[in-house]
């Protein structure tokens, strides 16, 4: 499974746009990429998936250039519920592909 | 629809004592998945079942872990006997299928041992 880096910490302020970028240089041709997020004492949470170029939905944005190596989530306009960790994961949908969480980003919004 | 459920919420245990999680994953979920997340770190994945079949048990430490899924349904994972480290939050997933990455988590249960 590919391997992913992300930063370990962000810091934002309510209403910021924030970017978090991934890196996967060894995601394979069949490997999608997926971002969850989790807030303390809770499960991770589904926010988006993609496989190339743009993906948005009523949550966060996600971009992904041509070569497919790195990701960013875009999350507009930042509250502070938003304060979670973010999560960027490599996997095989076709293949039953584990999902192997690593560090995550801890973003922490400030008012 | 409801989410998957676990429980206990929260489990306190002496070291050497055993312990048993219990999750009823979304109702037609054939995958179910128990992760362990250590405070501070992302979640690892411990047991993936496709109905009540194991698919993947690499990462479970055998000689004290055990999980089953009998009817293909609930889940149970058991630790015995516990040890300090295996003070975690243990989570509890479903996916429609192999094939989907769209993973719903349970709350977990927060373990401790002492």
């Known amino acids: 499974l590919a391997k992913t880096t992300q930063p370990i910490s962000m810091d934002s302020y309510e209403g910021q746009e924030v970017n978090i970028t991934c890196s996967h240089n060894n995601i394979a041709t069949n490997d999608y990429i997926t971002w969850y997020q989790q807030f303390p004492s809770q499960g991770p949470r589904f926010i988006i998936q993609?496989?190339?170029t743009k993906v948005t939905n009523e949550v966060a944005s996600l971009f992904i250039p041509a070569d497919r190596k790195s990701s960013t989530l875009s999350l507009p306009r930042v509250s502070l519920s938003d304060t979670a960790v973010y999560y960027c994961l490599v996997g095989v949908s076709n293949q039953g592909g584990k999902l192997i969480f690593g560090q995550g980003t801890e973003l922490s919004v400030k008012p | 629809e409801a989410g998957v459920a676990q429980s206990p919420r929260y489990k306190i245990i002496e070291k050497r004592q055993s312990v048993a999680f219990w999750c009823n994953p979304i109702s037609g979920h054939a995958t179910l998945y128990w992760y362990q997340q250590i405070l501070g770190q992302g979640p690892k994945l411990l047991i993936q079942?496709?109905?009540?079949?194991?698919?993947?048990d690499s990462q479970l430490p055998k000689d004290r872990f055990s999980a089953e899924r009998l009817k293909g349904v609930d889940s149970t994972l058991k630790i015995q006997p516990a040890k300090l480290e295996d003070s975690a939050v243990y989570l509890c997933?479903?996916?429609?299928?192999?094939?989907?990455?769209?993973?719903?988590f349970g709350s977990g249960t927060r373990l401790t041992v002492v």
């Open positions: 079942f496709q109905n009540n079949g194991v698919v993947d």
């Open positions: 993609g496989y190339k």
């Open positions: 997933a479903s996916s429609l299928d192999m094939g989907s990455l769209g993973y719903t």
